[in-house]
């Protein structure tokens, strides 16, 4: 029988369901209640975790051989000696777990945007009638250039959502040669971002970058806020030469209510919800449980995580 920790937030449902699906092997729930002494001796004796843990904990559990993170990202845990920590661990991901929400969710910011449904939803607030003079703003996202910085499942699938527009997309991956980045970016009209944090993306649409991108731009990033320069960001729309942005992603999350994002004009901040769906957690324990039985049978898990390649 193996110990199975879970950090994820079930409700009484989900986790009668999770327990007959692992049995007879045992659940135990843990909270990452650093000061907890019990929940780190719990977690001690786990082989398996669903959740994701604080990595301060691992040094402690000699057991533990496989984490399955309830997350995409996995920056937190990078600065972590995996090789001589624990050569017997595996860590996996969910790894284009995400791709239609978010792909949909950009697709969306990306309409509202060019037309302007976020603007007369601001004026219904204030119960002004404009629309004759919003008209001339509207634009099409019809035959638009879009660069893509990010080629995994995100991408690729907005680019088949973009079909029908008749787009002419062209991607990038983090390693692509930057000198021909820059080239695309320089004329595009819409600009998605959905790398990872490492650190070859770390601050890539830096200052320069962006004050570089086309007049009229949309500048979309739902991959991680550390990519971007907020400040940066914040005076290209200021000043107007971006035409808008969608931010899912910050450097701080909850966005600090000083900052600037939470009042410039024409940037739709979705605060990290691209990926949400009404059965989000129920789809997670699917994915979990069809990776306990490769665990179990022996089999490579889905969505592994290489961290010398840092993804």
């Known amino acids: 029988m193996r110990n199975i920790g879970c950090l ?9 369901r999770l327990r007959s699906a692992i049995h007879p092997d045992r659940l135990i729930f843990l909270n990452a209640d650093l000061e907890n002494v019990k929940t780190i001796a719990d977690f001690n004796q786990c082989e398996i975790i669903f959740g994701n843990p ?3 904990w691992f040094s402690t559990n000699t057991k533990l051989r496989w984490i399955q993170l309830e997350s995409v990202g996995f920056g937190e845990y990078l600065s972590t ?20 929400p978010v792909s949909e969710s950009i697709l969306a910011g990306i309409l509202a945007l ?11 607030d204030k119960y002004e009638w404009v629309g004759d003079d919003l008209r001339p703003t509207l634009r099409l996202l019809k035959k638009a250039k879009v660069v893509m910085f990010g080629r995994g499942a995100i991408n690729q699938r907005l680019e088949k959502l973009l079909e029908p527009f008749q787009c002419k997309v062209i991607a990038f991956g983090k390693s692509s040669d930057q000198a021909a980045i820059d080239s695309e970016l320089n004329s595009a009209d819409i600009i ?26 949309i500048f979309v990033n739902f991959g991680r806020g550390s990519v971007v320069d907020d400040e ?5 729309l200021e000043s107007g030469s971006l035409f808008g942005a969608v931010i899912d992603v910050t450097r701080d999350e909850p966005l600090p209510q000083g900052h600037r994002f ?8 979705t605060q990290h919800s ?9 789809h997670k324990i699917d994915w979990f449980l069809e990776n306990l039985d490769r665990y179990r049978n022996g089999a490579t898990l889905h969505a592994l995580i290489n961290f010398s390649r840092g993804y």
Not at 114 to 124: A, E, H, K, P
Not at 192 to 217: C, E, H, Y
Not at 262 to 269: E, F, G, P, Y
């Open 114 to 124: 060019l037309r302007g449904i976020d603007q007369v939803s601001l004026f219904r």
């Open 192 to 217: 998605v971002s959905t790398v990872p944090d490492t650190p070859q993306t770390r601050n890539f649409f830096n200052r320069s970058r962006i004050m570089r991108l086309k007049a009229g731009a």
């Open 274 to 282: 691209g990926g949400g769906t009404a059965n989000e957690i129920d």
């Open 8 to 16: 994820v937030n079930l409700t009484t449902k989900q986790e009668h």
């Open 81 to 100: 000696d995996w090789e001589h920590s624990n050569k017997q661990l595996q860590l996996t991901n969910l790894a284009g777990f995400f791709s239609d």
């Open 54 to 56: 604080p990595k301060s």
């Open 232 to 236: 940066a960001l914040a005076d290209a």
């Open 262 to 269: 939470w009042n410039v004009s024409r940037l739709i901040l």
